[in-house]
């Protein structure tokens, strides 16, 4: 199971934070990390840890503007968004790939999934 937490509306420029706890299973071989969808488009990866040596991954689109970051003790995951534009406008879903080999995806090889979390970034 994984719980998320955080999203909201900021303005352009703002952050939020994404939280995500895993439960009920241990995160070793595999990585978690964050996809998101937009009205209309397909869902796609955005940012992922390899939960083996704790190596991040970040699409383009978010490179330098976002950070992952992991507790291991907690068993959390979080994806710090700064300088948020309107394009990064999406609801966001925690996902975890236990059979990560360097692909975060696509969705169809995801193994479980948050609720998801909406993110609303207003110009």
């Known amino acids: 199971q994984l719980d998320e937490s955080g999203g909201g509306s900021v303005q352009s420029g703002g952050s939020l934070r994404l939280s995500c706890i895993a439960s009920?299973?241990?995160?070793?071989?595999?990585?978690i990390g964050w996809f998101r969808q937009a009205p209309g488009k397909e869902r796609e990866a955005v940012s992922c840890?390899?939960?083996?040596?704790?190596?991040?991954w970040y699409a383009d689109a978010v490179k330098g503007r976002f950070t992952i970051a992991r507790d291991n003790a907690k068993n959390t995951v979080y994806l710090q968004m700064n300088s948020l534009k309107p394009e990064d406008t999406a609801v966001y879903y925690c996902?975890?790939?236990?059979?990560?080999?360097?692909?975060?995806?696509?969705?169809?090889?995801?193994?479980?999934w948050g609720q998801g979390s909406q993110v609303t970034v207003s110009s």
């Open positions: 996902a975890v790939d236990i059979d990560f080999a360097g692909d975060f995806g696509p969705p169809q090889y995801i193994d479980y």
């Open positions: 009920g299973f241990t995160l070793d071989y595999s990585a």
């Open positions: 840890i390899d939960t083996t040596d704790g190596s991040p």
